[in-house]
């Protein structure tokens, strides 16, 4: 069960306690039931109110009860931008390799990659790409990202998030965001893979529409939030709960289970989203349009319309463009472009680039459609046609120059050396006798 929109002023109590979110007030002298009220703020206090994020969690325990934190081993996950020379390459990875359950038992959180990224979590400024490649369950562990929000884009295989908030089911095609703060455990059912784009100092939102209008787009009753699911569980053992932290890892133990939240209330809470629910806007007269018309969700920065990052996919849709070369154009963008693909087959490179895998083109590296799809597309019968069907790319932009870490250029062991040849076959076709046709 979800709650329905984006931003809303939510409220959520679980069934087998009604009653328990206190009236009129948020932080009575004694809470319903015996619980403990804690604030959650996603913002600061004087923030505009559009802008002001929190809710009030109704917990058996509040989070400060635990030992102290202690960090350790960050794995391939890091915040280090200059392990390895700046490369302005075109960069192709193919699926990034998920390990085998048979060999070794990697959780979400074991599994974390850091491809390439840019910024300081302390300044909260920044983002960071990663990859997850997991095979088993988070088992009395949790993880909050105090650093930043995570978008996390399922490819391979369904993740059950458990949140303090409640628990949302995420597939592929679908998305989910869990912003800073928010603890959440994940659970998987066999050989799983994803990525994850993180945000530093912004919250993601939805894009304005500008001439579009009041509708389009990713429409926000389209969002759904979990709703409230409490654990009344005692971990004589040890429960972990792993911080990231100005980009290191540090965990801590505590004797229960930290989804004891019984009600909430609020405007900051974790959400997901279904990618076959995006009102996609495309060119009906000719040109391609920009892929900004694409976008899901935006991080903006301080300079008005330029994001830290933007969210965009490629969904099916048709192309209806007369005199026009309809795939993706030759282009050097200010932007930086990472691209993953969930299902499918990319229509500007149908061959290489493939689910699971990613490509980068960095800060005004040039890049467009390989040699293959410019032939078919420059002599194609321009007719109606479906575009991206059975397909979903994607797209992380952002207005920083990012640096590709060690683990994404050496250790993975991913990287196509061989990338930069899909472009090897183009020919000139310039013709100094050309003359227009008579009208």
Not at 153 to 180: A, D, H, S, W, Y
Not at 296 to 319: E, M, N, Q, Y
């Amino acid at each position: 069960m979800y709650l329905t929109g984006f931003g809303n002023e939510f409220s959520s109590e679980d069934p087998r306690c009604p009653g328990s979110l206190p009236e009129g007030q948020n932080s009575p002298q004694v809470c319903p039931y015996g619980l403990y009220a804690e604030q959650l703020s996603g913002s600061a206090f004087t923030c505009p109110r559009p802008a002001n994020k929190r809710s009030w969690l109704y917990r058996i325990l509040p989070s400060v009860k635990h030992k102290p934190f202690t960090a350790v081993p960050c794995g391939n996950l890091t915040e280090n931008w200059n392990e390895v020379e700046p490369d302005p390459n075109q960069l192709r990875w193919l699926p990034f390799i998920i390990p085998k359950s048979t060999e070794k038992k990697v959780d979400f959180v074991a599994g974390l990659h850091t491809i390439c990224g840019a910024g300081d979590a302390k300044t909260r400024n920044g983002i960071g790409i990663h990859v997850y490649t997991c095979n088993t369950s988070m088992v009395d562990r949790c993880f909050n990202n105090s650093d930043g929000d995570f978008l996390i884009v399922p490819q391979q295989g369904e993740v059950l998030i458990t949140t303090e908030f409640g628990k949302m089911m995420v597939e592929p095609n679908e998305i989910c965001v869990i912003q800073q703060g928010m603890r959440f455990s994940v659970d998987v059912f066999g050989e799983t893979r994803g990525y994850i784009l993180e945000v530093y100092g912004a919250h993601f939102e939805l894009p304005d529409l500008g001439p579009i209008g009041a509708n389009g787009l990713a429409n926000p009753r389209d969002f759904l939030c979990p709703v409230a699911w409490y654990e009344d569980r005692k971990v004589p053992s040890g429960y972990t709960v792993i911080n990231k932290y100005q980009g290191k890892l540090f965990a801590c133990q505590q004797d229960f289970s930290p989804f004891n939240v019984v009600a909430w209330h609020g405007n900051y809470t974790p959400y997901k989203y279904n990618l076959k629910n995006f009102m996609a806007i495309n060119c009906v007269a000719f040109d391609h349009a920009d892929p900004s018309i694409f976008t899901v969700l935006t991080a903006k920065s301080t300079k008005p319309g330029v994001a830290i990052a933007d969210f965009v996919i490629f969904p099916p849709r048709w192309g209806v463009a007369d005199n026009t070369f309809r795939p993706p154009y030759y282009h050097r963008n200010c932007m930086s472009e990472f691209m993953g693909l969930i299902k499918g087959h990319y229509e500007a490179k149908e061959e290489g680039f493939l689910p699971g895998g990613g490509s980068l083109h960095s800060m005004m590296t040039p890049h467009g459609p390989d040699a293959d799809c410019f032939e078919k597309n420059s002599t194609a019968e321009l007719k109606p046609e479906r575009v991206a069907e059975g397909t979903m790319a994607f797209m992380f932009e952002s207005s920083f120059s990012m640096a590709v870490t060690k683990w994404g250029l050496q250790t993975c062991q991913r990287l196509d050396k061989t990338y930069y040849q899909c472009w090897e076959p183009l020919r000139s076709h310039f013709n100094p006798d050309w003359k227009p046709r008579k009208q």
